[in-house]
């Protein structure tokens, strides 16, 4: 972005994303710098990295937050959107390729602004300022419909959403960042000695199946009941899965039944253990077979299902499946 009460602006005026004679709409009191003319793109550049070199910079937070309205180059009159995303790229390309170990992290405003294209020239990206979990189960859901989970930012929030204003428990919390690029954004000076244990064990748990998180195969399965959700991940060998039982609203149906899985080796005869962490307030109450007295075949798990727990809305059970030919 460039103000237009700028040195640069002034100095520049060319190197303002414009059609001919006027200035498009502003927002945030700003306008585009146009990375399309090179001598805008090598300034830019320059500018970064020498604040790169004089500071000891790991992480760089790569906003989108501006539409491109009458997206025009002053170089040559042309359309500009497409030239100004091949400069982005290759700025990030740029700066990555001369401070090795730099990790530039893009944004998505719940997933609409990642492409498959940014993510070929950034680590992540950060899915959403939003970070309730009844928002961000949602978010997630569509989102990695193309985009891996170890790459989308997925935080423990504090207890007050400051977007929507809800509460929710520590276990809905964590239990929905743990699908992705796991992250806390959480004064945790306020958090209570009961709420700092269980924390410490959703991060333990995150770390011990991190590797099954980030490279199995992501499961989404319908269900009876629209207010349920089952996910997970497959181990590529089809021996291990963890899955998520989520309970996102009041049941019309009661009880719930039976929940099925997938992406199971039919063959297979898997241990079904509940490892989720507990809570004071777990807002659960567990069918005969829980928590891990269950062995079945992939097949079964597959068509006929297992009995669900009574979950309240708004809680989430982790079923961790390991299998012996």
């Not at 805008?40 to 004089?54: I, N, P, S």
């Amino acid at each position: 972005m460039i103000s237009m009460d700028s040195e640069v602006a002034r100095a520049h005026p060319e190197w303002v994303m414009a059609p001919s004679g006027y200035l498009p709409v502003e927002s945030r009191t700003q306008q585009v710098i146009d990375l399309g003319n090179p001598q805008a793109y090598a300034h830019v550049r320059d500018q970064m990295a020498a604040l790169l070199e004089r500071f000891e910079i790991a992480y760089i937070k790569w906003d989108h937050n501006r539409d491109l309205i009458d997206a025009g180059s002053t170089l040559d009159r042309a359309p500009g959107v497409h030239r100004q995303t091949l400069a982005a790229y290759r700025l990030m390309d740029e700066l990555k390729d001369r401070f090795p170990g730099l990790e530039i992290e893009a944004c998505a405003s719940g997933g609409a602004r990642v492409d498959l294209g940014v993510l070929e020239h950034t680590d992540r990206f950060w899915t959403s300022d939003n970070i309730d979990p009844a928002e961000r189960q949602e978010m997630h859901r569509w989102t990695q419909q193309l985009v891996p989970p170890e790459l989308m930012g997925s935080h423990v929030a504090s207890g007050h959403s400051h977007i929507t204003d809800r509460l929710h428990t520590l276990n809905f919390r964590a239990g929905t960042a743990l699908w992705g690029h796991l992250g806390v954004e959480w004064d945790l000076t306020r958090a209570s000695d009961t709420e700092l244990s269980e924390l410490t064990e959703w991060i333990a748990l995150y770390k011990r199946h991190r590797d099954l998180l980030h490279h199995g195969r992501v499961i989404r399965l319908d269900q009876v009941d629209p207010e349920w959700d089952v996910h997970g991940v497959v181990s590529p060998s089809g021996d291990e899965a963890l899955f998520a039982v989520v309970c996102l609203g009041v049941s019309i149906i009661d009880p719930v039944g039976r929940l099925t899985l997938a992406g199971l080796d039919p063959e297979l005869s898997y241990s079904v253990e509940d490892i989720t962490p507990e809570a004071a307030d777990a807002g659960f109450r567990p069918p005969a077979w829980w928590p891990g007295g269950e062995r079945l075949r992939g097949s079964v798990l597959q068509e006929s299902g297992i009995h669900a727990p009574d979950l309240r809305p708004d809680r989430i059970r982790l079923l961790h499946l390991t299998s012996r030919a």
